[in-house]
C-alpha cells in the first residue's frame, strides 16, 4: 500500500466534518496515511485554538476526540 503525507489541517478538516471532508477521504482511500510524531499535539493545540477564539465549540471537539 502506498504512503500519503498528511498535515493537521487535513485532519482537522474530516475530524470537524468541515465542506472539504468528503473529497479529503476520497482522495485518501487507499493509501497508508503518515503524519509527524507530533501530529496528535498539533491538533489538540489547534481544537484548544478554535474553542478560545470561539469558533469552534467544546462539544466540537469532543466529537472530534471520538
Not at 14 to 32: C, F, I, K, Q
Amino acid at each position: 500500500m502506498a504512503s500519503l503525507v498528511v498535515d493537521t489541517s487535513v485532519l482537522l478538516a474530516v475530524l470537524l466534518n468541515e465542506p472539504t471532508r468528503r473529497a479529503l477521504v476520497d482522495a485518501t482511500e487507499g493509501y497508508s496515511l503518515v503524519g509527524a510524531p507530533s501530529l496528535p499535539w498539533e491538533i489538540g493545540n489547534a481544537l484548544v485554538a478554535g474553542v478560545r477564539r470561539k469558533r469552534i465549540s467544546a462539544a466540537d471537539v469532543q466529537q472530534a476526540f471520538r
